[in-house]
Structure formats: C-alpha cells, structure tokens
C-alpha cells in the first residue's frame, strides 16, 4: 500500500523534507481492529512536533484524524461491519492515518456523519475529542449548565478552538470569550459561537477590561501557554479552573495557589495509550458529535482543503502548521 512516512535517510535534523512516500504491505486486523480503507485526513500539531523529534531506524507513518471505510474486521469486533464509513483520530503509538490503509481498534472509532462529505468530516476527530474531553471531563463543566460561568479560550481560531468554541456556545450556559490576533481568524471565532472575541497579542487582562469582564471562571490554554502564563492567573477568578494542551517549557504551578485555581491537562490519546477501562467512551463521544453534526448543532472546522495525500501536500501542511497562523483544519483527501 501507498504511505506517506518519516524516514531514517531523509530525516536529517527531523526537517520537513522527510516526509517521504513509500510502499508498506497492507496489515491484518485481527482482534478488536478495524481494517480501514482512508479516504481524508486532515493535520494537526502533533503530526508536526511527532515529526520534530523522530529518531528511529525503521519508516513512521503519521496522521491522527481520518475519515475511511471498513475492509475488514478483527475476530472481537462488535460495532462494525465491512463497508462502514467511519471516522477516528487513531492512537498515537501505531501506525498512523497518511496511508492507503490503516489498524484502528474499534472502541476509538465511530460512523461519520452523514451530511458531511469525508474531507469536511476528516477536520474533525482529534479536535473534537480534544475539545470535549477539555470541556466535560478536565473542566467538568455541565452540559446546558455553569450559568453565569464565563470561559475564556486561548487560540480560539486553531482546530481544537474553533470546534471547543462551538461545544462550550451550543452546549453550555457559559459566557464564551475566544482570543485571535488577525481580523480573518476574529471573524472565524465569532462565526463559530463565541459571545466576545479578544486579542491575545494584548495583555489578556486590558482585552478582558476592553469588554468588561475583569475575572473569567474556566480557561482553556491552547497554545502559548508560557507567554500568557502570569495574565491567565491575573484573569481566573478565586478557585477557577485552568486546562491546557500545549507542552510550555516550565511550569511553575506555585502562584496558582493563592486564587486555589486548579490545573488541568488534556491529552486525548490518554485513553488509548493507556487502553483505559473506558476506551470506549470515545466511540461514544464521536458517536454524539456526528449526531449533534447531523442535527446541524455543529458544524465542520475546515479550513483549507490541501488537495491529494502525498509527500508534497503533506509537507506544505506541516510548513503551514508550523507558521502558527492557520485557521481551522487543513484536509487531504485521496492517494
């Protein structure tokens, strides 16, 4: 099969041109796996920063966000059949989605949704994972719940942004602040739900001021984190609640302590890696996230379509990704 991965020669110092097309034999499910035919995927930092620290002897095939269809099951699979079309965010120590053909076990897999053509769908796994997770799990926030809560979004135009900005405006009685820097990426933040939207090239607490909220309850950390570490405190209320996603340097949680603000992490192949008695519950979570799709509640976060899958588009994918100032999702689709 066709597979686009990191390899050893050419990934001298781990840069771009190290994306490489190969040939690898098309694998086997067996178990719990689902055999999938790809179809999109779309990419997401963690491609980038995966590819940034290789050091390996043998070929690694990245991706994790694909929309494909069922070949073949394995001997344990109960939720799907050959010929679903399904979508996932994979697990991040297999084989990944920029292939022809890929492994995903079947309890980190839903049904696409079905008024979604699979390049829109593929924008959205990983990130809505994340988001939802962040949100109701770390956060602990109620769904058409936390009136009078306000949640203030750091990087709002990013992939896990603009579909967290969607989940916390549709689902939730919060107050949603979402930060951008450029009048493109604001005006993609306002479209995806959000009451305020602020400038984090600012200091976040003169935005907040700006709008008239001096204290935020909930922060979502996207990015940046260290930068806007000392403003983030600044702006949490007393007992708020502070989760991120980025990987800052150092941390000092230590100033944290006189608000009592709670730190939170989010990382959505926790559940995977680990094959956590609750596995599952992602099957359900991107179960509720086609529905809530269908129903028209949300809708997709693509933002550029990068035409076929293969080492020249992915490389542009990850160059762009790296700028730090795309909005939404970048897709492929098709070898």
């Not at 099969?1 to 190969?22: D, E, F, R, V, Y």
């Amino acid at each position: 099969m066709k597979a686009i991965a990191i390899t050893p020669s050419a990934a001298q110092g781990s840069n771009i041109s190290a994306l490489t097309a190969i040939e690898l034999p098309v694998p086997v499910a067996h178990g719990h796996d689902l055999l999938i035919e790809v179809k999109a995927i779309s990419v997401n930092p963690v491609d980038t920063k995966v590819r940034a620290g290789f050091n390996a002897d043998t070929p690694r095939v990245l991706g994790w966000d694909a929309v494909g269809v069922v070949k073949s099951i394995g001997d344990a699979v109960t939720l799907f059949a050959p010929g679903d079309e399904v979508w996932y965010a994979g697990a991040l120590t297999r084989p990944g989605s920029n292939s022809e053909y890929q492994l995903v076990d079947e309890r980190i897999v839903a049904r696409k949704p079905r008024s979604l053509d699979n390049a829109s769908a593929a924008a959205l796994p990983l990130t809505a994972i994340t988001a939802w997770e962040l949100l109701f799990d770390r956060l602990g926030v109620k769904e058409n719940g936390n009136n009078g809560d306000t949640l203030l979004i750091v990087g709002a135009a990013g992939g896990v942004g603009s579909i967290l900005t969607q989940l916390a405006a549709k689902l939730t009685n919060m107050t949603v602040i979402g930060t951008a820097s450029r009048p493109e990426s604001q005006q993609w933040v306002r479209d995806a739900g959000a009451d305020h939207v602020i400038d984090h090239s600012q200091p976040l607490s003169d935005e907040l001021a700006r709008i008239g909220i001096p204290h935020v309850t909930h922060v979502a950390s996207l990015n940046g984190t260290e930068a806007h570490y000392a403003q983030l405190i600044e702006s949490l209320a007393p007992q708020g609640k502070l989760t991120l996603i980025d990987d800052p340097e150092t941390l000092d949680a230590r100033p944290l302590k006189v608000k009592s603000i709670s730190l939170h992490w989010e990382f959505m192949f926790t559940r995977s890696m680990f094959e956590t008695d609750d596995m599952i519950a992602q099957h359900h979570l991107l179960t509720r996230v086609a529905k809530l799709i269908d129903e028209g509640v949300l809708k997709t976060t693509l933002g550029e379509h990068y035409g076929t899958i293969s080492a020249e588009n992915l490389q542009k994918a990850h160059t762009q990704l790296e700028t730090g100032r795309a909005v939404g999702k970048i897709v492929l689709e098709g070898f």
